[in-house]
């Protein structure tokens, strides 16, 4: 997930993360967001957790997400078919300092 700011009072949630402390442009506020982890039962894959995070707009829809997708017919319905398709981002390849870029 991206980073989430605060713009004229509308959430966000931006496509790339921007490092702490890096500065904003004028109007741009960064959301701190709180690590507090749902604790999910062992018979809900953990790939399916990632799924609802990609699609909730924030944090707190994650387990609405989560729930629809394992107990409403329509939820499993999509899970299974985007299970097939849907793979979760891979954390980002940072260059090593001082390595020359080609």
Known sequence: MGTRVLIDGTEFEL???VPPGAPLP???ERLE??????????????ELVA???ELALSPDQV????TFLTAHPQGQKIWEEARALWKPPRP??????GRART
């Open 15 to 17: 496509p790339f993360d």
């Open 26 to 28: 004028p109007g741009v």
């Open 33 to 46: 967001e709180e690590v507090e982890e749902e604790p999910w039962s062992d018979d809900i894959p953990r």
């Open 51 to 53: 799924y609802a995070r």
């Open 63 to 66: 387990a609405h997400w989560v």
């Open 92 to 97: 980002r390849k940072k260059h090593a300092e």
